[in-house]
């Protein structure tokens, strides 16, 4: 246990802005798969890969001399494609079953990924540059890289972007037709294979919109998306499907806990603490629907 | 299934193991060979030092060949290694080494890439009593275990860093430092750890800031907002190479001005490559720098050995190959001196080892670590555009001086 964020002001500012730009990528990363969930039914164990396969395209154009930050264009279309064929491939097999086989395979998924990505690009941890300096508060007290900044932006963006597709477009109208019933959508004409194929298309491009943006905020390394889908799945939990402010919200949330946990309870705990809280959140909500299920009776 | 398929599967596994049979009994030393075994990581997360380490040993192996071999009793032998890869998994490579012992017969085998690994193996060959040269385990629990036929040509994990306090409080007059530090939860990062704290005790220093790195984390922003509060005058940083990567990025992203930053893993995250003028005035602890002046006959020095090793395989050596490297000239001499292939004497021979490769001297002590080898540190010097790592401890091999402090971020371009 440490307390000094307690007697320093400075300190609680600092994470307060780390965690609530942190938690807005991950947001991103969670409507993906509040998205592909409430239409397919599916928990993307998958997802963290997704993200980092995206951060590797990134890198790869930083290789090539390219601004990384223009992965978050390039990465979500090629990304859509990886995940159209995804489902064209496993997803549609599983689609209609029990969740229990869309984990077992997207588990699968997410280990075929993962050996793929260390075949291709390597074990080596690796980081791309931007180059964008920092913003500084307070009297150099308080710092923000400007990446981390960027990222959060740019989430924003593609958030409000998507937001409004889903609501103007056909196609956006047809997934929510499908999400809400299936079978009645069908009836009406929606062609929900393709609605299906064009979520996880969506989904997987957002993850590569994230993906780009961890490449030049944090790190990349083929093993560690697991704890992408950890947190994304989190923040789904606690905001519902379907529910984009909520998402957005529950993301940040997320990020400043994992923020305040870090300081209080130690570095170590970080990931563990997210754990933590998935235990305890699943627990209270369990704890929830008995008792509405007690009124029922 | 029918029974003409049994029969077949029957008749298969028949000469299966007669093959398995025979080729145990061919294995070892045959037909001027001398057969050596490693489990090495070349797929999974440890794949790329793996391979370094790979590429260390075919090096050294095509020399010795190359420059007469191996002579024991009046005869020239030749070494050969035979390759499985552990996929990254102890326990793959503790069942690989049973099968490297017990299936092809090898009598001797060179480690693994990675601590972990090595801890995995170590009680397998101990068991079969086949001696086992290491070059890639530096966790100070191998030595500590009574291990007999274990033999490290490395410096211990706990050497790591040391120097660097030392040389902390040095540049403090002699005063006592505030150490910062924050370590990956791995045998091997919390080895490193426990030589900091010795070093602490010994120079009456204070580590106020004691942070562990969790495996999967790619954010240490609050480990460094602390720094920023409490001012420190070194920032100690292991966790493999994510460990050195994060920790140069955000402490040039949040602007930490630390007087001091010491590291592990430099090289093998290509800090200076990565982050270019970011990682400049960064201290790294190396097991090896081709400056430094040893010599032997087969690969001359570290320079000469830079530039063969680049020119097999296309790269500037890590010294995760010269150690590998090193292992391998480590078990010629010995069986040289033993002039038999008895594993008991060869071991003895071994455990007698006094001499100078181009990686450095080698001694074992009694757990079987290199007693005779001192840690280097370099330090990134960028001129322009690129930046090099520059040996500036311990002062008898020392290139550069040791620039002290790092100019707060305010002063750097």
């Excluded at chain 2, 430099?266 to 005035?281: F, I, M």
Aim: charged share 20%; proline share 3%; net charge positive.
């Amino acid at each position: 246990m440490d307390f000094l964020i307690f007697q320093a002001p400075m300190l609680m500012v600092q994470a307060s802005m780390d965690g609530i730009l942190l938690g807005i990528l991950f947001a991103l990363i969670a409507y993906g798969m509040a998205l592909q969930w409430g239409v397919m039914n599916i928990i993307n164990i998958a997802q963290g890969d997704l993200v980092i396969l995206g951060g590797y395209i990134a890198y790869t154009m930083y290789l090539a001399g390219i601004h990384p930050a223009w992965g978050v264009i390039v990465s979500p279309i090629i990304m859509y494609f990886v995940g159209w064929a995804l489902y064209k491939l496993v997803i549609n097999k599983v689609v209609d079953r029990d969740l229990f086989i869309s984990i077992l395979a997207t588990f699968g998924i997410a280990i075929v990924f993962q050996q793929l990505m260390n075949f291709i690009f390597g074990a080596d941890v690796v980081v791309a540059q931007s180059g964008y300096g920092t913003t500084m508060l307070f009297d150099n007290s308080v710092t923000l890289p400007n990446s981390k900044i960027f990222s959060a932006f740019i989430s924003l963006v593609y958030a409000v972007a998507l937001v409004v597709y889903m609501k103007k477009s056909r196609l956006g109208r047809a997934i929510r037709a499908t999400a809400q019933n299936a079978r009645a959508a069908k009836i009406l004409g929606v062609d929900t294979e393709k609605v299906y194929a064009a979520t996880f298309g969506i989904n997987a491009a957002l993850c590569g919109i994230a993906g780009a943006l961890i490449s030049i905020t944090l790190t990349l390394h083929p093993y560690v998306g697991l704890p992408y889908t950890v947190r994304s799945f989190m923040i789904v939990i606690v905001a519902g499907l379907g529910n984009l402010p909520a998402v957005a919200i529950s993301g940040m949330g997320l990020g400043l806990f994992e923020e305040f946990a870090d300081y209080i309870l130690g570095t170590e705990f970080r990931i563990g603490a997210v754990f933590m809280l998935l235990v305890f959140i699943l627990v209270y909500r369990r704890f929830k629907l008995s008792k509405k299920r007690e009124y029922l009776k | 299934m029918n029974k003409i398929a049994k029969l077949f599967i029957t008749f298969i596994s028949a000469i299966t193991l007669t093959l398995a049979s025979i080729s145990s009994s061919f294995a070892k030393v045959e037909d001027g060979y001398i057969v050596l075994g490693s489990a090495i990581s070349l797929t999974g997360k440890y794949s790329s030092n793996g391979v370094h380490t790979q590429n260390g040993y075919n090096m050294a192996v095509d020399r010795i060949n190359k420059m007469g071999g191996v002579k024991v009793g009046g005869k020239s032998y030749k070494f050969e290694i035979i390759y499985y890869d552990d996929e990254s998994n102890p326990k793959r490579a503790a069942q690989l080494a049973e099968r490297l012992i017990k299936q092809d017969g090898v009598h001797y085998m060179l480690g693994p890439y990675s601590s972990g690994l090595t801890k995995a193996i170590a009680p397998v060959t101990e068991k079969y009593k086949i001696p086992m040269v290491e070059a890639n385990g530096a966790s100070r629990s191998l030595f500590t275990k009574g291990y007999k036929y274990l033999f490290a040509v490395l410096s211990p994990a706990n050497q790591y860093l040391e120097v660097a306090i030392d040389l902390a409080v040095e540049k403090n007059g002699g005063k006592p430092v505030k150490i910062a530090q924050a370590f990956e939860q791995d045998a091997f990062s919390q080895d490193v750890r426990l030589g900091i704290l010795d070093a602490a005790k010994r120079t009456g220093s204070k580590i106020i800031i004691d942070d562990k790195l969790p495996k999967e984390l790619n954010d240490m922003a609050a480990t460094l907002a602390k720094v920023k509060a409490t001012k420190p005058d070194v920032l100690v940083v292991s966790g493999h190479t994510k460990g050195a990567l994060t920790a140069i990025r955000q402490i040039s992203e949040m602007k930490v001005d630390v007087p001091m930053l010491a590291m592990t893993h430099c090289d093998a995250a290509k800090l200076s490559k990565q982050h270019g003028k970011n990682s400049e005035y960064a201290l790294c602890a190396s097991q090896w720098h081709k400056n430094l002046s040893y010599k032997d006959k087969f690969f001359g020095g570290g320079k000469k050995y830079d530039k063969d090793f680049k020119k097999e395989f296309g790269y500037a050596p890590p010294y995760q190959s010269a150690e590998s490297s090193a292992a391998l000239l480590v078990f010629k001499d010995a069986f040289e001196r033993a002039d038999s292939f008895d594993r008991d004497k060869v071991r003895d021979a071994l455990k007698a080892t006094d001499m100078q490769t181009f990686y450095g001297n080698i001694k074992f002590g009694p757990g079987g670590q290199n007693v005779a080898k001192p840690m280097i540190l370099f330090q990134v010097r960028c001129k322009g555009d690129t930046c090099e790592n520059k040996v500036v401890a311990p002062t008898k091999w020392a290139s550069d001086k040791f620039f002290h402090p790092i100019p707060p971020w305010s002063e750097r371009g």
